[in-house]
């Protein structure tokens, strides 16, 4: 069936370093992928997404990257501060409708 | 522009007892979802939306219901609340038509005792 998980439960940085949060996929079918991240006490917000046909895309201050070959996505986090301090979740489109949400990466900085 | 809006944001129900979750959006779109999320978990698709009159099944739909009688409100029905449902709950919604980017509500924390 169709899962989406990460390899690290958390993870901790330091201050004005990269952070990155990687995150497994099993449907090779999936059209797209998207990171969100969660605050404590809030609901997910978007960051950025990236279609199955592309290898990368950067936004501000973050980057994906999949690789398709191995079913693994990545999210780059250039420059961390202590705002990027919460749940970071992978998805997975689901035929165009809906999406998996994986178990999530916390991503504590460090000052 | 609110966005999503869900009510309430805190709820304890006895077992046995029921609810409605209240979940409105204001941007005018077309797809809507309901998400749980467990303590230390991700997000599990209880029901969506794909417009207004259109519901269909998620990964978790049992002891739920849903409506989706105009395009902004999307209430979540529990009709016999279990322990098992004690978790957050998120409503979300999205344009579609090849928008991926999905607007989530503050959640509602439903505890059943």
């Known amino acids: 069936g169709e899962s989406v998980g990460l390899h690290l439960p958390t993870l901790s940085v330091q201050e004005g370093d990269n952070s990155i949060i990687n995150c497994a996929y099993s449907n090779s079918a999936s059209d797209y992928f998207i990171w969100y991240k969660q605050e404590s006490g809030k609901g997910p917000q978007f960051i950025i997404d990236?279609?199955?046909?592309?290898d990368k895309r950067q936004g501000q201050r973050v980057t994906v990257l999949l690789n398709k070959t191995v079913k693994h996505l990545s999210l780059q986090i250039a420059a961390t501060q202590p705002g990027d301090s919460a749940v970071y979740f992978c998805a997975e489109n689901n035929y165009g409708q809906n999406f998996v949400f994986g178990p999530g990466t916390r991503l504590s900085v460090l000052p | 522009n609110a966005g999503v809006t869900q009510t309430p944001k805190f709820r304890i129900l006895k077992i046995g007892q029921s609810m409605t979750l209240q979940c409105t959006q204001d941007m005018n779109h077309n797809y809507m979802y309901w998400y749980r999320q467990d303590p230390g978990m991700g997000l599990k698709l209880i029901y969506y939306?794909?417009?207004?009159?259109?519901?269909d099944k998620g990964e978790v739909p049992n002891g739920y219901n849903v409506s989706r009688s105009t395009t902004e409100d999307f209430p979540l029905r529990l009709e016999l609340a279990a322990p098992s449902q004690t978790s957050v709950y998120f409503c979300?919604?999205?344009?579609?038509?090849?928008?991926?980017?999905?607007?989530f509500g503050q959640g509602t924390r439903l505890t059943v005792v």
């Open positions: 990236i279609r199955s046909n592309m």
């Open positions: 979300a919604s999205r344009q579609g038509q090849g928008r991926t980017e999905a607007f």
């Open positions: 939306s794909v417009g207004a009159g259109i519901t």
